[in-house]
């Protein structure tokens, strides 16, 4: 069971990082039309700089994910690390659940009326609803209370003292 869930975030992680560099990939694209657009021809394109937008969220929300999947997101250890590991594994837990709380009534729960509300909603400029573009909002938070549920599974299974000392014994993390 356990090596069927790592195979499953490794699918994920990687799965997820290809989705952010396309997205990326068009993002840049998009911008560097509407730049080529607007001092080349004279006559900036219409829907590129929408389009970037939406781009850049959707690429923002789903990076977050992955970056929280990775264990790369920002986190100020500074003064948990010199807590007793015990403590610590309680302190990253507490963390977790709380993220996880705001993540599911934020983006989840908050995310997903958005996008329901605005569902119907045309844009002006773009083939897609409203709805439609603020999905990246729940998606990336099922994404992410994914992450901070298997987190908080390590955080409470017992390889966590050994990761815990590596912070404090750099050779430790080698051995």
Request: proline share 4%; net charge positive; glycine share 6%.
């Amino acid at each position: 069971m356990k090596n069927a869930v790592a195979a499953a975030e490794r699918w994920l992680n990687r799965f997820l990082s290809t989705i952010v560099i396309a997205l990326f990939a068009v993002l840049l694209v998009l911008v560097v039309w509407q730049v080529f657009t607007r001092l080349v021809l004279g006559a900036p394109s219409t829907w590129t700089e929408e389009a970037a937008r939406f781009t850049f969220v959707w690429v923002s929300f789903i990076g977050i994910a992955v970056a929280t999947g990775q264990k790369a997101d920002v986190v100020m250890d500074f003064v948990v690390e010199r807590l007793p590991v015990r403590i610590q594994r309680g302190a990253d837990v507490i963390a977790y659940l709380s993220t996880l709380a705001f993540v599911v009534y934020a983006l989840i729960y908050g995310g997903g009326k958005q996008a329901t509300l605005a569902w119907e909603q045309a844009n002006p400029i773009l083939p897609l609803t409203q709805g439609q573009l603020y999905l990246a909002m729940p998606i990336a938070g099922v994404l992410l209370a994914l992450y901070l549920i298997l987190h908080i599974g390590r955080t409470l299974g017992p390889g966590y003292a050994a990761r815990s000392r590596a912070h404090e014994d750099p050779e430790a993390a080698s051995i």
